[in-house]
């Protein structure tokens, strides 16, 4: 199964547009790059959620969800 996580970059990020990043649950290392970035991302702050069949927001990297959008953290004032 392929999957995609997007990653929303902030306005302020210096590169223009969101980041992509594709796995293949065939091919492991695949799955654990996107799983450590995904990882990366929650320290930072971002959240990730499911966006195919019932959103939900997740807690830990799932390969097989298909794709998931992660958020940047939120601010403001």
């Known amino acids: 199964m392929k999957g995609e996580m997007r990653i929303v970059r902030p306005y302020n990020h210096p590169q223009a547009g969101d980041e992509r990043v594709e796995w293949d649950t065939?091919?492991?290392?695949?799955?654990d790059t996107a799983q450590a970035q995904f990882a990366q991302l929650l320290l930072n702050g971002h959240v990730g959620f499911v966006t195919t069949g019932t959103p939900r927001k997740l807690e830990e990297f799932d390969p097989e969800a298909g794709r998931i959008v992660m958020t940047p953290p939120l601010s403001g004032g």
């Open 26 to 31: 065939d091919v492991q290392e695949t799955v």
